[in-house]
T-cell receptor, first 106, second 114 residues
Framework: DAKTTQPPSMDCAEGRAANLPCNHS???????VYWYRQIHSQGPQYIIH???NNETNEMASLIITEDRKSSTLILPHATLRDTAVYYC???????FGKGTRLHILP | EAQVTQNPRYLITVTGKKLTVTCSQN?????MSWYRQDPGLGLRQIYY???????DKGDVPEGYKVSRKEKRNFPLILESPSPNQTSLYFC?????????????FGEGSRLTVL
């Protein structure tokens, strides 16, 4: 039970914004949402996390809906190096589901 | 440099021959965890540890043991490896006392059991 739901794969054109959705409809009020990515078979890499407010860092932006039942990770200007599997997690128990395989198309 | 170090990175062994995969972190993190990754199954948690001498089973603990005698080390022990334990293994650590906070991952250990 991954407790989050993500599409299995997505495509995005290079230079465009990549918007990766995540559903976490049963999230509780004090649980954060975390995003990680895994490039090929490397160890997963932390991207960003948030509780209820939108967050931005040098890698991405995180938009969390007001009811906190879903969120979207935004890579503003996707490059080929952003091709990876992206995981959305809740922090009550760190469970990595199958994530979304993002393909950046040249 | 802050890092999580796993050894060995690659190992081919035979059924029944005990082996240990070491994991060490230099960030004084309290939380450590082991995952295995298999095609089509994503990352699955094997064991985790909230602090020294405190370990708990994850989702797929069968066939594995762990210990946490020191804060920095969290070895994964396969007492009698079997072919179904052929996998890519990751160790991770986190500063947070509870299982929250940014996880730092090692580079992975690819294990083949013949």
């Amino acid at each position: 039970d991954a407790k989050t739901t993500q599409p299995p794969s997505m495509d995005c054109a290079e230079g465009r914004a990549a918007n990766l959705p995540c559903n976490h409809s049963t999230i509780s009020g004090n649980e954060y949402v975390y995003w990680y990515r895994q490039i090929h078979s490397q160890g997963p890499q932390y991207i960003i996390h948030g509780l209820k407010n939108n967050e931005t860092n040098e890698m991405a932006s995180l938009i969390i809906t007001e009811d906190r039942k879903s969120s979207t990770l935004i890579l503003p200007h996707a490059t080929l190096r952003d091709t990876a599997v992206y995981y959305c997690l809740r922090d009550d128990k760190i469970i990595f589901g199958k994530g979304t395989r993002l393909h950046i198309l040249p | 440099e802050a890092q999580v170090t796993q050894n060995p990175r690659y190992l081919i062994t035979v059924t029944g021959k005990k082996l240990t995969v070491t994991c060490s972190q230099n960030m004084n993190h309290e939380y450590m965890s082991w995952y295995r990754q298999d095609p089509g199954l994503g990352l699955r948690q094997i064991y985790y540890s909230m602090n020294v001498e405190v370990t708990d089973k994850g989702d797929v603990p069968e066939g594995y043991k762990v210990s946490r005698k020191e804060k920095r080390n969290f070895p994964l022990i396969l007492e009698s490896p079997s072919p179904n334990q052929t996998s890519l293994y990751f160790c991770a650590s986190s500063l947070a006392r509870w299982n929250t906070g940014e996880l730092f991952f090692g580079e992975g250990s690819r294990l083949t059991v013949l």
